[in-house]
């Protein structure tokens, strides 16, 4: 009897111990998210309204099946984004404010990269920027703890300031940093201008010490304000982007900011589009996916407690509507759910309603699991595939891809070409055009892809190409009879950059029209790209250290040139620099 007793005593004591455990974890599913995340960063509807986020917003998001709600404004006022997160509550959703991770700052402990730029941006380690930072962030989380609807914080840690040399943060050079970092160690550095910073710290090899000093410091940082939000809400949560991240990202928020109960969210957004938007839709597709699995990986390889989110954003070329819907069901298969920056379209124009009606479909998809969906052929015709040119003029026909617009101002100003922007790489849509110029077109194609070879047979009938600075290294040269890439050994950075911007005419040429032999100049942007020619190619233009960086020569009826140079990517083009693009571009057309 009192054996019965004890056993039914200890049952009933496990019953009570799994009720209990059954019940937190159905909290923290509730906390964390059983369901694939729907996050709906928004710049189109509350704009539409003022710039506020209308209640008629929040239903609508919430009835197009977004589960995150995520106002791009209005964050820095506690009393509206406990507003916000009331209606988040009421229409059965979730809220997360949206922030910048850097701040602008004119004076001050500023950002200082490696290569002595200063940039009007506070630094990683400046007090000012950590005391914004936690002051925001823990005012949300009070906000949260009474109405958890607010999930966390949708922190962007992109640098949109002029002087851009990366995201937040790389390492910084900045004189707080190297104070504490000398006091530290007990050595004393000199008062150096920022550009001998970093050359002075791996000349007396404290480089290696200097930055593990700095991410400490980071992660003491992250650490902290971590402990201090779980006094007020342990399940609050960070979200951040970019991701996989930066320095500062990998090295600490990996680290600190995620936990059992609040998993750190990674919003990635290199899948906004198609990789290049002259895919096609499948192929773009397949490039996502092959993209978002290695690079969520590689968090998930580091441990990190953490939820992925894939990316998509209808203002990048190629992200049309059926796209896009699919490619967030994709996204949502691969990872954890998927994110939309949701800018572009005009709330009360055809173009919002088109993108609308496809995440609602892509929604309603991935709440019940239908993700063979993003498989189904296009329902409308993939505007990114054309195939006629719809020339308006008797002009010479130009193909563009990657030009800055100051640089479409340009060509366009001379009156010479009729301009479009290339949105085919088919030898049908290419034979349309007199030159064809690409630049920024950086991907891994090998000499058998359908573009090189297209791209070869266009030159060979008669057409005129430019391929410029990267996209000329990533691609295998469609025309090593003229060029390939070259490996530098001066001033190199990231294998294939000479970082120096002086340049000569090595030799007269009609590809640049009346420039003598001999003649110097500088290049806008900050490095260039050297190319070694091929039996057919003539060098033209070569840097200060005597290595090739404009290869120009024909190739049955056409001509090509490959250029090192980057175009326009700050400051218009002036003097030789100007004169030798325009007249490379006309000798292109003149066959």
Same mark, same amino acid.
């Given at each position: ?102 701040r602008v700052a004119e004076s001050g402990d500023l950002l200082v990269w490696g290569d002595g730029t200063v940039q009007n941006l506070y630094s990683p380690n400046a007090e000012e920027l950590w005391d914004w930072i936690e002051g925001r962030i823990l005012g949300y989380a ?53 550009k001998a910073r970093r050359r002075w710290l791996e000349k007396n090899e404290l480089h290696e010490q200097f930055a593990e000093f700095q991410i400490d410091s980071w992660r003491r940082r992250c650490r902290q304000l971590r402990q201090a939000v779980d006094k007020i809400n ?21 680290k600190e900011w995620g936990t059992e109960r609040a998993p750190l969210i990674l919003a990635d957004r290199s899948t906004f589009g198609r990789a290049n938007p002259l895919m096609g839709h499948v192929e773009g597709l397949a490039a996502n996916k092959r993209n978002i699995e ?117 060509? #366009? %100003?001379? =009156?010479?070409?009729?301009? *479009? $922007? ?7 849509? !290419?034979?349309?055009?007199? @030159? ?24 060979? #009938? %008669?057409? =005129?190409?430019?391929?410029? *600075? $990267? ?7 469609? !025309?090593?009879?003229?060029? @390939? ?27 640049? =029209? ?78």
């Amino acid at each position: 009897m009192t054996g019965w007793i004890r056993s039914t005593g200890l049952t009933a004591v496990m019953v009570l111990i799994a009720v209990i455990l059954g019940r937190e974890s159905a909290v923290l599913a509730q906390e964390v998210g059983d369901a694939k995340l729907r996050v709906l960063v928004d710049k189109v509807l509350m704009a539409h309204n003022g710039w506020v986020m209308s209640e008629e917003n929040v239903r609508e998001i919430a009835a197009a099946g977004f589960n995150v709600v995520s106002p791009r404004q209005g964050n820095d006022d506690m009393d509206e984004v406990r507003r916000v997160a009331l209606l988040a509550q009421k229409h059965g959703i979730r809220h997360m404010p949206w922030m910048r991770g850097t701040r602008v700052a004119e004076s001050g402990d500023l950002l200082v990269w490696g290569d002595g730029t200063v940039q009007n941006l506070y630094s990683p380690n400046a007090e000012e920027l950590w005391d914004w930072i936690e002051g925001r962030i823990l005012g949300y989380a009070r906000i949260s703890a009474k109405i958890p609807e607010l999930m966390g914080v949708f922190l962007d840690f992109e640098n949109y300031a002029p002087g851009w040399k990366g995201d937040g943060y790389s390492l910084s050079y900045d004189n707080k940093v190297l104070e504490e970092f000398a006091e530290a160690r007990g050595i004393e550095i000199p008062e150096l201008e920022p550009k001998a910073r970093r050359r002075w710290l791996e000349k007396n090899e404290l480089h290696e010490q200097f930055a593990e000093f700095q991410i400490d410091s980071w992660r003491r940082r992250c650490r902290q304000l971590r402990q201090a939000v779980d006094k007020i809400n342990p399940a609050f949560r960070f979200c951040v982007k970019p991701a996989p991240g930066t320095p500062f990202i990998e090295e600490a928020v990996w680290k600190e900011w995620g936990t059992e109960r609040a998993p750190l969210i990674l919003a990635d957004r290199s899948t906004f589009g198609r990789a290049n938007p002259l895919m096609g839709h499948v192929e773009g597709l397949a490039a996502n996916k092959r993209n978002i699995e290695r690079r969520q990986g590689r968090v998930r390889e580091a441990g990190v407690s953490m939820q992925y989110l894939g990316g998509v954003d209808p203002i990048v070329r190629g992200a049309d509507p059926e796209y896009s819907g699919k490619n967030a069901v994709m996204l949502a298969e691969m990872t954890d759910g998927y994110w939309v920056f949701y800018e572009g379209p005009e709330y009360d124009q055809e173009d919002h309603a088109a993108y609308w009606k496809w995440f609602t479909w892509a929604n309603r998809a991935i709440e019940a699991g239908r993700f063979v969906v993003q498989a189904e052929p296009r329902v409308e015709a993939d505007p990114w595939l054309m195939v006629d040119l719809g020339a308006q003029t008797e002009k010479l026909q130009i193909g563009l891809y990657g030009l800055k617009p100051r640089m479409v101002e340009l060509i #366009e %100003g001379e =009156g010479y070409f009729e301009l *479009h $922007d290339l949105r085919g790489v088919s030898l049908e849509y !290419l034979r349309q055009l007199d @030159v064809v110029l690409l630049q920024n077109f950086n991907l891994d194609l090998d000499s058998s892809h359908p573009w090189v070879r297209a791209l070869r047979a266009y030159v060979r #009938e %008669g057409g =005129g190409l430019m391929l410029v *600075h $990267d996209t000329a290294w990533f691609m295998a040269s469609p !025309l090593p009879e003229i060029a @390939v890439p070259g490996y530098p050994v001066d001033q190199v950075e990231a294998v294939r950059h000479v970082v120096d911007r002086r340049l000569q005419v090595s030799a007269a040429h009609p590809a640049l =029209g009346d420039l003598r032999e001999g003649t110097l100049f500088e290049t806008e942007f900050r490095d260039h790209m050297i190319f070694n020619p091929g039996k057919r190619g003539t060098v033209v233009v070569s840097n200060h250290f005597g290595d090739p960086v404009y290869v120009v020569g024909e190739f049955g009826e056409g001509r090509a040139v490959f250029s090192g140079s980057y175009y326009g990517y700050t400051e218009p083009l002036i003097g030789t620099e100007r004169e030798a693009f325009l007249a490379c571009l006309k000798w292109l057309a003149e066959k």
